[in-house]
T-cell receptor, first 112, second 115 residues
Framework: KQEVTQIPAALSVPEGENLVLNCSFTDSAIYNLQWFRQDPGKGLTSLLLIQSSQREQTSGRLNASLDKSSGRSTLYIAASQPGDSATYLCAVPSAAGNKLTFGGGTRVLVKP | GAGVSQSPSNKVTEKGKDVELRCDPISGHTALYWYRQRLGQGLEFLIYFQGNSAPDKSGLPSDRFSAERTGESVSTLTIQRTQQEDSAVYLC?????????????FGAGTRLSVL
């Protein structure tokens, strides 16, 4: 059974610092890994989807890396801003492709 | 539509009542998913639709929960005889194909409170 873990559960940084968010998964036979952002009281917004064949994926200030063999992905957010404050979730699809298994999330606070 | 739409956004009900939650996926998306997020907890998978069929209902927590999808579009999640532990945010997502190859797009959720 796939298990996804995100550590730390919460992170607080001053504005301008780079953010490093970690995600680990137990079964390395994944199709892809997706990073989401969730604002309080809102749904999830997809940030990046990194395919199993890729090592990294970039979008603006966001960069996600994937190391399947070690069961890890890292989301980097450069030059953090207060608007980056949110909960960040990673998720991997099941072998049957019928659902996502989510990590518990990292709650980020960027202080002005 | 432009995104996944869920209604109502908030629902307060009394224990023992039935509730219906609605999801309008992105047009053309064949896959539709329901998840539940209890306060302070992670997202739990409930059910997956491919077209109008539900090949995976494994996440439904009890027989009080049921869901259907019609016209390869709208889906309704029904909870009968609600209990306080059903209180959660219910999230719907859709994707072009299944989760092995497609990004899942989420709605804003329905916050259900059972008193």
């Amino acid at each position: 059974k796939q298990e996804v873990t995100q550590i730390p559960a919460a992170l607080s940084v001053p504005e301008g610092e780079n953010l490093v968010l970690n995600c680990s998964f137990t079964d390395s036979a994944i199709y892809n890994l997706q990073w989401f952002r969730q604002d309080p009281g809102k749904g999830l917004t997809s940030l990046l989807l990194i395919q199993s064949s890729q090592r990294e994926q970039t979008s603006g200030r966001l960069n996600a890396s994937l190391d399947k063999s070690s069961g890890r992905s890292t989301l980097y957010i450069a030059a953090s801003q207060p608007g980056d404050s949110a909960t960040y979730l990673c998720a991997v699809p099941s072998a049957a492709g019928n659902k996502l298994t989510f990590g518990g999330g990292t709650r980020v606070l960027v202080k002005p | 539509g432009a995104g996944v739409s869920q209604s109502p956004s908030n629902k307060v009900t009394e224990k023992g009542k039935d509730v219906e939650l609605r999801c309008d996926p992105i047009s053309g998306h064949t896959a539709l998913y329901w998840y539940r997020q209890r306060l302070g907890q992670g997202l739990e998978f409930l059910i997956y639709f491919q077209g109008n069929s539900a090949p995976d209902k494994s996440g439904l927590p009890s027989d009080r929960f049921s869901a259907e999808r019609t016209g390869e579009s709208v889906s309704t999640l029904t909870i009968q005889r609600t209990q306080q532990e059903d209180s959660a945010v219910y999230l719907c997502a859709s994707s072009l194909s299944d989760a092995s190859s497609s990004i899942q797009y989420f709605g804003a959720g329905t916050r259900l409170s059972v008193l």
